[in-house]
Every structure is written in structure tokens, then in C-alpha cells.
């Protein structure tokens, strides 16, 4: 999130054509010379490579991330300075010749090695986040960035006091009560999903079944999500194991992840900020099942809601609004059967980030004094949410943000 305030917008709502895109790019700051872009999707200029944004910026190095998080898109100048970390896998894309066109796929890891310093975020730009958090009345997130280094959990740790829960990461150093770990978060390479062995080793590494850790599984597709249950199965379900996303979820399927006592995180408000282009590129067949909260909840799945920040807007009341509306930004409806109320929405938000979907959290006395004070009473703010009823927050006790 951090980064994305510090990058090029490069796709709808903010670009929408490769002009206004070329636009962005050559009007970023120079004080940095890299140019980072993010949220690009295919509807603004096809599929990029290095030769298109050559043609834009040949003198700068330029990076644009896709909006799904899965794909990087490099220049020629880029390219070149990060040419040591090129491996001969399928993820670097290569033309005819063998010569990489500039696209990598989950990349990251092997990308950070090679970015220079000052692409670094500082515990200000962290700070200034969690500001923006707290004013939306957010007093903790879970952070589901798988392989968190030492040095990003430290940094995590001493920028601000939002309370945060890893799914990548260790506890930090000095052992902060503000800090908490989950299920250990698993990545699926939906463009090239792993085969069952492999998924079943990236599950249970030390061969322990039932005695293994839990993990969160990234699931957007329908194979993905079939998948992982399968593995799940087999194996046996750990307490704490969730599927994120849960994007697809054909008929029937609730059923199973009920038995599994799986949990699943899901995201309301993409069917706002996506959901015209998905009616257009999404296969009809799953349009009916896409992000699904009611249809789980009556099959006994818990279920939470989450933002997918910064894929996804990060304001829980937006998101709120699309649990129950689940409409288009042009005001379609998708799968509205799978409406839920915004009570249901807002209970999710409240329960405990190492039980989501559990029983909410409740003020009483020796329970963590992370709280939000609106300025209408909840009945109202449930028939109408939105940020702006933010009176106060606190947190441990101490107001981090206030509104006149």
C-alpha cells in the first residue's frame, strides 16, 4: 500500500487508454529514476512488453505491475539493470530469439534483489498509511504478503501503532504485542498452477499432516480452489487453515469446504471496482459464482471480508456497501443471490484477525482497547456506511485519529 502511493496509477479508473497511460509515465517525478506503476489491466493498451514501453519512456527504467499482482512489466532500460536476477525459468518471457520481453511473472522475491535503495519505503511512508487506515477507523489489518524478510517485518513493526497480522512473516525482534502471525500464506501461480505433489509439499514441507501448520491458500480460480481442497482432503484440514479469495466457487463446493472447516476471506468490493470487465472477460459459467459471501454462510463456512488493499480500495464501509449491493461501478448486479446484509458485512470486520468469520469482538473490560467511535448510532450507520461517520479512534487506549 505503501508503494502504490508512491507509484504511477496505470490502470482504470485512473488511465484508460495507452495515451493517457503514456501520459502518466512521462509526467512522473524525476526525482526518483525508476518509474513504478501499478493496477494496469490489459483494457488500457493489450498485453505490454518492454517494446511498448520503450516507445514511451526509452530513457527512464520502468516497472508496471499488473493489477492482479502476478505479472511485472519492464522496459528495456529496467531490463538491463536488473539483468542479474533473470533466471532461465518460465516466468522471465522471452521473444523468438530468447531475448526476455520484459514480462515476469511473480517475480517479487527475485526482483527486490536487484532494485536499487531508493525504491526502499521509509517508516514514513508507512506512517502515512496507517494515518489514512486509522481515519477509516481500521485499528488493525492482516498483511498477507508471503515471505516477509527480517528487515520488512522490523520495518512493519516500528513505523506505526496499527496492530498487524502476518501470514509471510515472523514475529519481529523485540517481540511487539502489536504483531501477531497466521497461517503461513501460499501463493498459487494461477497461470501455472503447481502439480498435486507439489502442492501437497508446499502444504505439509515437513511430512507431519495433521501436526503441519496451518496455511492460507491463494485461490482465484476454479482449478486452483479444486485443487487445494483436494490436498486439503487428503491430507486432513488444520485448525487456522483459509483459502483467500475464493474467487470462484462452483455449486456443490461449499459443501466440502464446510467439512474441511475451512475459512474463507473474501473481497465484495472488486465486483464494484472489476465487475465491468468482468462481465466481459470472466466465463459466463462463473460469473454466477464469483466472490460468493451467502451461499457459504448458509452452507456453514465462515466467512470474512477484506479489501485486497492495494488491489483492492482499502475502506471497510465501501466494502461493507458492496457486500450488500454487490453492483457494478455502472450499477450491474452480480450474482446478487449472494447478497448479505451490512450487519453480516460488519460483524465480519469484527471478528478476531486469528478467528475471521468467528464471534466479533466485543468492548469489555480487559479486551484490547482498539476502538471506533461513530457519530451516529450503528443502526444508522449501518443503513448508510460510510468513512465519514469516523468520530474517533483509538488505539491501546490512545486516539490516533479524530473528526470535527
Known amino acids: 500500500m505503501a508503494a502504490a502511493r508512491r507509484s504511477v496509477q496505470a490502470g482504470p479508473p485512473h488511465v484508460r487508454t495507452a495515451e493517457e497511460l503514456e501520459r502518466e509515465l512521462r509526467s512522473a517525478p524525476a526525482e526518483e529514476s525508476w518509474i513504478r506503476g501499478v493496477g494496469y489491466h490489459e483494457s488500457v493498451a493489450g498485453a505490454l512488453e518492454r517494446r511498448v514501453l520503450d516507445a514511451w519512456v526509452p530513457d527512464r527504467p520502468v516497472r508496471i505491475q499488473h493489477r492482479s499482482g502476478a505479472l511485472w512489466v519492464l522496459n528495456s532500460a529496467a531490463l538491463r539493470l536488473i539483468s542479474a536476477v533473470l533466471d532461465d525459468s518460465a516466468d522471465v518471457e522471452r521473444d523468438h530469439d530468447g531475448t526476455p520481453n520484459g514480462r515476469l511473472w511473480r517475480y517479487d522475491e527475485r526482483l527486490a534483489r536487484a532494485l536499487p535503495d531508493q525504491t526502499a519505503l521509509q517508516d514514513a511512508d508507512l506512517a502515512a498509511v496507517a494515518d ?88 482465484v480460480t476454479r ?92 475502506d471497510p464501509w465501501q466494502v461493507i456497501r458492496s457486500a450488500r449491493d454487490r453492483q457494478t461501478r455502472d450499477g450491474t448486479a452480480i450474482a446478487p443471490d449472494e447478497r448479505v446484509t451490512a450487519d453480516v458485512a460488519l460483524r465480519g470486520y469484527l471478528t478476531a484477525p486469528e478467528d475471521p468469520g468467528g464471534p466479533s469482538r466485543r468492548v469489555e473490560t480487559g479486551a484490547d482497547a482498539d476502538l471506533c467511535l461513530l457519530s451516529v448510532p450503528l443502526s444508522e450507520a449501518l443503513a448508510h456506511p460510510e468513512s465519514s461517520l469516523v468520530r474517533l479512534v483509538l488505539a491501546d487506549g490512545r486516539p490516533v485519529a479524530t473528526t470535527s
Open 132 to 219: 489514512g487506515l486509522f481515519g477509516l477507523g481500521i485499528t488493525g489489518v492482516t498483511d498477507a504478503t508471503p515471505g516477509l524478510d527480517e528487515r520488512a517485518v522490523d520495518l512493519l513493526g516500528a513505523a506505526t501503532p496499527l496492530r498487524m497480522h502476518l501470514l509471510g512473516g515472523a514475529r519481529p525482534a523485540d517481540g511487539t504485542s502489536r504483531i501477531s502471525v497466521g497461517p503461513r500464506k501460499l501463493l498459487l501461480r494461477d497461470h501455472d498452477l503447481p502439480t498435486y505433489d507439489k502442492l501437497r509439499a508446499m502444504v505439509d514441507p515437513g511430512g507431519m499432516a495433521q501436526a503441519r501448520s496451518p496455511v492460507a491458500v491463494h485461490c
Open 223 to 314: 482449478e486452483s480452489l479444486i485443487l487445494t481442497l483436494a490436498v486439503l482432503s487428503d491430507l486432513g484440514s488444520t485448525r487456522g487453515d483459509r483459502i483467500e479469495h475464493a474467487s470462484v466457487v462452483p455449486t456443490g463446493v461449499e459443501a466440502e469446504l464446510a467439512r474441511l472447516g475451512l475459512t474463507v476471506v473474501t473481497q465484495p468490493d472488486l465486483l464494484r471496482t472489476r465487475g465491468d470487465v468482468y462481465l466481459q472477460d470472466v466465463d459466463a459459467d462463473d460469473l454466477p459464482h464469483l466472490y460468493p459471501w451467502a451461499s457459504l454462510v448458509r452452507a456453514g463456512v465462515l466467512v470474512a471480508p477484506s479489501s485486497d488493499a492495494p488491489f483492492g480500495e482499502a
